[in-house]
């Protein structure tokens, strides 16, 4: 189905022309055939970058688009659309360039344009194995030795794990709690830095996940980002810009799981006429585009929020919790309408299902955004 959108400016309305020219020919007839063979798909983050989609919300000089967060977020929504773990490593990738556009030197964002070009794939170390949610816990420790740090630790979940050019990686250069932790920006072929063998995951499996071990790595004094004891602030200021993006993930996955069980439920026929006809088929695909639509203007509300430069974390948070939840139920009832067809890897909304779970997962939990939801709303 086609969605009607709003958008500030003819410019944008010719860039997400361009997003789905390249979704519908680069991603959407590769998809299935990726994920088959848990294969990540580098060229068309390649071809991305070249056409500009992997660097739309940083600043013209840095190499980046200059757009406002809510288009850039509607053209991952068209990505996610067509093939989710690609709008993820978008999201994932966009992300890691924060750090440096955001905190970091001069010299250091030298490096954003072959970033934010897609020449330079980036990957976020903040969990651990023990500190997932705690982020303010994380063990990974970085000790100065003349003019580098030496790291050393874990870290766990880490998308683009096996395929990334450089890691953020938030470490421990001080006491304990978060004004301890910094960010170091490591090239991933430093010695000592050791990604594991990539996890086996229920969904986004051409998304390469694993652990990566530090032992003793040395990183050059030059790649802190933002001092000493910033690492905290600069985590959680890029989260709040991450769970935007994979709010948006998260509708553009259930929109496409709503458009092919549209289709289905308008050609299946049961008792003589379309199954889209019944009425408990038909609430329920009301009900899915309701919600699908509820999440969209959710999440870009507070996109505008953020673009206006106004606080946005709160609604960030509600954003995400919202729109995943959605994607989960939405994704979930597409299964149910296609009933046995549903359930066989012949149609797509199998894997919806499966890719929707890691949603409600990934950039904090949905537990953790209620948790910020709820201590917003205690502290009035």
């Not at 056409?51 to 200059?66: M, Q």
């Not at 990505?79 to 999201?91: D, I, K, N, P, T």
């Not at 229920?202 to 980002?225: E, T, Y």
């Not at 299902?353 to 904090?364: N, P, T």
Request: hydrophobic share 45%; net charge negative.
């Amino acid at each position: 189905m086609t969605v009607d959108r709003i958008l500030p400016t003819d410019e944008a309305h010719d860039l997400l022309d361009l997003a789905t020219e390249l979704a519908d020919r680069e991603l959407a007839p590769k998809a299935a055939g990726f994920e088959e063979r848990a294969e990540f798909p580098r060229e068309v983050l390649r071809t991305l970058g070249r056409a500009g989609l992997l660097g739309l919300p940083y600043p013209e000089e840095h190499g980046g688009a200059a757009q406002p967060y809510e288009v850039y977020l509607q053209v991952l929504e068209i990505l996610a659309s067509r093939w989710l773990a690609v709008a993820e490593a978008v999201s994932v990738h966009t992300l890691s360039c924060y750090p440096v556009a955001a905190f970091g030197s001069d010299e250091q964002r030298k490096l954003l344009p072959d970033m934010l070009g897609g020449e330079l794939l980036g990957a976020y170390c903040l969990s651990e194995p023990q500190g997932g949610s705690d982020a303010a816990a994380l063990s990974t420790r970085a000790v100065r030795d003349g003019d580098a740090y030496l790291v050393s630790g874990t870290k766990a979940w880490i998308t683009h794990a096996r395929t990334a050019d450089f890691y953020n990686v938030f470490c421990r250069t001080g006491g304990p709690g978060p004004k301890g932790i910094s960010c170091l920006l490591a090239d991933a072929g430093t010695a000592g830095i050791t990604p594991q063998a990539a996890e086996r995951t229920m969904g986004l499996r051409s998304s390469p996940v694993a652990q990566i071990a530090f032992d003793g790595a040395r990183v050059p004094a030059g790649r802190l980002i933002g001092g000493e004891g910033a690492g905290f602030t600069i985590a959680m200021s890029a989260l709040d810009s991450g769970r935007l993006g994979i709010a948006a993930c998260a509708v553009g996955l259930a929109q496409a799981a709503l458009d092919y069980a549209i289709g289905y439920a308008r050609e299946r026929q049961q008792f003589g006429r379309a199954i889209v006809d019944f009425q408990g088929l038909g609430f329920l695909l009301a009900d899915a585009a309701t919600q699908i639509s509820a999440a969209r203007a959710l999440t870009l509300a507070a996109a505008r929020l953020r673009d206006a430069g106004r606080p946005y974390s709160i609604e960030a948070a509600k954003a995400k919790l919202f729109a995943t939840d959605m994607a989960m139920r939405v994704t979930t009832d597409a299964v149910q309408v296609l009933g046995g067809a549903g359930y066989v890897a012949d149609h797509p909304v199998e894997r919806y299902m499966r890719e929707a779970k890691v949603l409600q997962i990934v950039e904090g939990t949905n537990q953790i955004q209620r948790l910020v939801i709820s201590r917003a709303l205690a502290k009035g």
